[in-house]
């Protein structure tokens, strides 16, 4: 069974760019979440969307970041303009369902400089 | 609201010694817990869930954790390291029930560094 898969896995941007991230889910999983880890500190829920609807968006700085699913399967986040502090690594995870396991991808590693 | 705590951002153990990284949790509800392994430049993969069954659960890799409600506690432990077990580790609840069912809310991670 292929797992979460995440492109790219690097990016390295000037403050002001913007940037998007794309994450394929494993097949048949309903429920996705997208996670930013900074250096030194756990990873926090962004967004979660159960099928193409989002269940919790709630830390999710609305106004630079924007997040979509679109047919209920893969996923794009979007950070429009970046800032210094963005520099994180973004993590995909699925689960079957909104309880079950969540299975994460490797992370994309983003720099702002 | 849930918060989760681990004591000792660094944890250095000898190979063949026993292995104990502390988690506490805060929630409202009963909880789901979980244990998270990441290698370097990888994402997380589940060690080991508590889900209201045994208290003691075990995991992969030869890990196991125990819930003890009285104290909020669900420590991860391993009889013996081994020179692959080094990474960081995350501890994390979930809400098993109500808005937040289903979210995870995560420690800060615990490096486990295991030497010769």
């Known amino acids: 069974e292929a797992g979460v898969a995440q492109s790219p896995r690097y990016k390295i941007i000037e403050k002001r760019q913007s940037v998007a991230f794309w994450c394929n889910p494993i097949?048949?999983?309903?429920?996705l979440y997208w996670y930013q880890q900074i250096l030194g500190q756990g990873p926090k829920l962004l967004i979660q969307?159960?099928?193409?609807?989002?269940?919790?968006d709630s830390q999710l700085p609305k106004d630079r970041f924007s997040a979509e699913r679109l047919k209920g399967v893969d996923s794009t986040l979007k950070i429009q303009p970046a800032k210094l502090e963005d520099s994180a690594v973004y993590l995909c995870?699925?689960?079957?369902?909104?309880?079950?396991?969540?299975?994460f991808g490797p992370g994309t590693r983003l720099l702002v400089l | 609201a849930q918060s989760v705590t681990q004591l000792g951002s660094h944890v250095s153990v000898s190979e063949g010694a026993l292995v104990l990284l502390r988690c506490n949790y805060s929630?409202?509800?009963?909880?789901?817990l979980f244990w998270y392994v990441q290698y370097p430049n990888q994402g997380l993969q589940l060690l080991l869930k508590y889900t209201s069954a045994a208290t003691l659960v075990k995991g992969i890799n030869g890990f196991e954790a125990e819930f003890k409600k009285s104290e909020t506690s669900f420590h991860l432990t391993k009889p013996s390291a081994h020179m692959s077990d080094a990474a960081e580790y995350f501890c994390?609840?979930?809400?098993?029930?109500?808005?937040?069912?289903?979210?995870?809310?995560f420690g800060q991670g615990t490096i486990l560094t295991v030497h010769p």
């Open positions: 929630s409202s509800v009963p909880p789901y």
């Open positions: 995870a699925s689960s079957f369902r909104k309880q079950e396991t969540q299975y």
């Open positions: 097949s048949g999983h309903a429920t």
């Open positions: 994390a609840v979930s809400d098993s029930g109500g808005t937040s069912y289903g979210k995870l809310t």
């Open positions: 969307f159960q099928n193409n609807g989002v269940v919790d």
